[in-house]
């Protein structure tokens, strides 16, 4: 129920940017995750407490699944879960920064159908919904209509500008550029402000699953880095990488790497 849900999405986020932004980013109290997994502070629990009372509140049947609590199996019994990063960009926010993002989705088997990035500090809120097309502060979005491949910009990040990723070298579009969400990232490429963006690391689905569908929304292009469609709820909740671009720039793309098991 897409239409249903984007509402209570909107409503949850804007709640979450009242919260994190009662907070002083590097005054705020925070610890090292175990195993190298980033930061987290007392802002992203907090706003975690509150998605979760809120959210789970008003749909009770819908499965979890956030960055912020412990996963379990039991998401995988139901056909509609909610995949949520408190914060996108922790470590933005931590340094005081202002591209740290709230990545709020419903996915229902397996794709997502209703999205909401909002980015409080740059007064910018993402949403869509499957079917409905995708907006920013309530304005439609289309992604940009670049001609060919060498007049484009993609959004990508040092590490995939490794030779040995690509099959005749690095395409000459590809310049690095850092935005500490990926969900924003997912959103300026919907926006039309780069026409593509790419990781080839493994990602976490609740750093993606939003902006995958505000991306498909605006009329790009999203899969997984070896072309496949994507898919969320998995059991293990990560993707084999992303490419999110223009129809032309995202086969361009894909055609440009080298291939990548499934």
Not at 213 to 234: Q, S, W
Request: with cysteine; charged share 20%; net charge negative.
């Amino acid at each position: 129920m897409p239409a249903a849900d984007l509402p209570l999405l909107i409503d949850a986020a804007r709640r979450a940017g009242r919260i994190a932004t009662s907070f002083t980013g590097p005054a705020a109290q925070r610890w090292d995750k175990a195993g190298g997994a980033g930061p987290v502070t007392e802002a992203d629990l907090a706003v975690n407490d509150m998605l979760t009372d809120v959210l789970r509140t008003a749909r009770p049947d819908y499965g979890w699944l956030s960055e912020e609590t412990e996963d379990t199996a039991a998401r995988l019994d139901t056909d509609t879960v909610f995949i949520i990063d408190p914060i996108d960009g922790t470590r933005s926010f931590v340094e005081g920064s202002k591209t740290w993002a709230h990545s709020i989705a419903v996915a229902q088997g397996g794709q997502i159908t209703a999205a909401a990035v909002y980015l409080p500090m740059l007064d910018k809120f993402y949403t869509a919904a499957l079917g409905q097309g995708a907006a920013l502060n309530g304005v439609p979005l289309t992604v940009s209509a670049p001609r060919q491949m060498r007049d484009c910009s993609v959004l990508v990040t040092k590490p995939a500008l490794q030779p040995h990723h690509w099959r005749s070298g690095v395409p000459p579009a590809l310049k690095p550029g850092h935005r500490p969400s990926l969900a924003y990232r997912l959103a300026l490429v919907a926006e039309g402000r780069f026409d593509g963006m790419l990781t080839l690391r493994d990602s976490w689905e609740w750093d993606i699953a939003a902006g995958a569908l505000i991306v498909t929304e605006a009329g790009g292009t999203i899969t997984d880095r070896a072309g496949l469609a994507l898919k969320f709820n998995n059991p293990h909740p990560t993707l084999n990488g992303i490419i999110a671009a223009t129809p032309l720039v995202h086969e361009g793309l894909h055609t440009a790497l080298q291939p990548a098991s499934a």
